[in-house]
T-cell receptor
Framework: EPEVTQTPSHQVTQMGQEVILRCVPISNHLYFYWYRQILGQKVEFLVSFYNNEISEKSEIFDDQFSVERPDGSNFTLKIRSTKLEDSAMYFC????????????FGPGTRLTVT | SQQGEEDPQALSIQEGENATMNCSYKTSINNLQWYRQNSGRGLVHLILIRSNEREKHSGRLRVTLDTSKKSSSLLITASRAADTASYFCATVVQGGSEKLVFGKGTKLTVNP
């Protein structure tokens, strides 16, 4: 199973502040996904990122969100001006497995906006 | 429309019993994947079943897929207390970007 790390594990921020969440796969990957899970709710797709471009984004992924691959390995999700409703677990995911169709998730970043 | 609805929402069984969780979906899919999530933790990939497959096994897990009924089931045999977790199905829709569409999950409690 491909290993994916995410930092920080927990981020507390004030409303209106910018946050950057990081995802680091152990091996080289071209395809990345970000998902979020509000406490007690289901996991929701945010954005997919292929070969340094957004390939699909959801309605949740508005202008406050952006994704980057700043140095060829790290993969970041930025929220420019956080809102209370952005409080959630944020997961990145990559492809893996024998058929490379399984999506493997990182441990997540718990974002708390106060 | 909702994609990937699991039932039951919650299931409580005794150790050693089998647990069956079901998932229904609405659109045509490429594959369906099952995940486990311990409380407040990350998502652990359990098994993937392709749209042209009907059954798949992995250890104590057995997954079935019925594309005519747009449904899947996850069976955990000889359950253990450590199996206590939430279980989610997630579908990859045909013609899409391979994003996963998750259901709301089944919360399984295995009592020792």
């Amino acid at each position: 199973e491909p290993e994916v790390t995410q930092t920080p594990s927990h981020q507390v921020t004030q409303m209106g502040q910018e946050v950057i969440l990081r995802c680091v796969p152990i091996s080289n990957h071209l395809y990345f996904y970000w998902y979020r899970q509000i406490l007690g709710q289901k996991v929701e797709f945010l954005v997919s990122f292929y070969n340094n471009e957004i390939s699909e984004k959801s309605e949740i992924f508005d202008d406050q969100f952006s994704v980057e691959r700043p140095d060829g390995s790290n993969f970041t999700l930025k929220i420019r001006s956080t809102k209370l409703e952005d409080s959630a677990m944020y997961f990145c995911a990559i492809f893996g497995g024998l058929a490379r169709r399984e999506q493997y998730f990182g441990p997540g970043t718990r974002l708390t906006v106060t | 429309s909702q994609q990937g609805e699991e039932d039951p929402q919650a299931l409580s069984i005794q150790e050693g019993e089998n647990a069956t969780m079901n998932c229904s979906y609405k659109t045509s899919i490429n594959n369906l994947q099952w995940y486990r999530q311990n409380s407040g933790r990350g998502l652990v990939h359990l098994i993937l079943i392709r749209s042209n497959e009907r059954e798949k096994h992995s250890g104590r897990l057995r997954v079935t897929l019925d594309t005519s009924k747009k449904s899947s089931s996850l069976l955990i045999t000889a359950s253990r207390a450590a199996d206590t977790a939430s279980y989610f199905c997630a579908t990859v829709v045909q013609g899409g970007s391979e994003k996963l569409v998750f259901g709301k999950g089944t919360k399984l409690t295995v009592n020792p």
